[in-house]
């Protein structure tokens, strides 16, 4: 029974290029979570999807930072022109959206920027 | 405004030894979820125990525990019986709401470094 999967596990960008980081939910979870951790620190909410909805999306920054979870497919986290703020790791969580359920994680993603 | 509060930035603890991790929230929602994930030099973050604020038990996963005191706001973490590999970062989070409908983000503390000695 597969957990959540991210991709890729490492990712190093130039700035000013694009990141692109995919997420796909355990079998029977329809709802995906993204967050952001930057170094030495907790995770920080950005969005919340449910298939082809954005539900939540107070943490996820006004410029540049983009999400989807299409009808079929991974979720994708997108990242253009990336800055060097940006390095951190990406993680994924996905529920099955039941009452009281909980969010399990992927192994995240880690993104460099040079 | 939610918020999670975790005071220790980092525990050392003999192996075997019981250890609590403190964590305090603030909440004006009265239903909403508490949980604590284990992140270990790797990178992954791992659940280990959840626990509703209409919970009557405390919750408890093998080794783990939750001592939730709903009145002084604060749910901290016993690991029984350390062992090595208990050695990782430790967060606290909260979820306010419950039920379908309500909003599902989760709120994390800062962590608390758990070092655990043989």
């Known amino acids: 029974n597969a957990g959540v999967m991210q991709n890729p596990r490492h990712l190093v960008r130039r700035r000013g290029q694009e990141a692109r980081l995919r997420c796909s939910p355990m079998?029977?979870?329809?709802?995906v979570y993204w967050y952001r951790q930057l170094p030495e620190e907790g995770l920080k909410f950005m969005v919340y999807?449910?298939?082809?909805?954005?539900?939540?999306e107070s943490g996820m920054p006004k410029e540049r930072f983009s999400a989807e979870f299409p009808k079929e497919g991974p979720s994708i986290l997108r990242i253009q022109q990336v800055v060097r703020g940006d390095s951190a790791a990406y993680f994924c969580?996905?529920?099955?959206?039941?009452?009281?359920?909980?969010?399990?994680f992927g192994p995240g993603t880690r993104l460099t920027v040079l | 405004a939610q918020k999670i509060t975790q005071t220790q930035p980092g525990m050392f603890v003999q192996e075997k030894e019981a250890v609590t991790l403190d964590c305090t929230y603030d909440?004006?929602?009265?239903?909403?979820?508490l949980f604590w994930y284990k992140q270990p030099s790797s990178g992954e973050m791992i659940f280990l125990i959840y626990?509703?604020?209409?919970?009557?038990q405390n919750a408890t996963e093998g080794r783990y525990s939750l001592n939730f005191q709903k009145a002084r706001k604060s749910a901290n973490l016993v690991i029984s019986a350390s062992q090595l590999g208990d050695s990782a970062m430790y967060f606290c989070?909260?979820?306010?709401?419950?039920?379908?409908?309500?909003?599902?983000?989760?709120?994390f503390g800062s962590g608390t470094r758990l070092s655990i000695r043989p």
């Open positions: 969580a996905s529920s099955p959206g039941l009452a009281e359920d909980t969010q399990y």
């Open positions: 079998k029977g979870h329809s709802h």
């Open positions: 999807l449910q298939k082809e909805n954005i539900i939540d």
């Open positions: 909440t004006s929602d009265p239903s909403y979820g």
């Open positions: 626990q509703g604020s209409y919970d009557q």
């Open positions: 989070a909260m979820r306010e709401g419950q039920g379908y409908s309500s909003a599902s983000k989760i709120i």
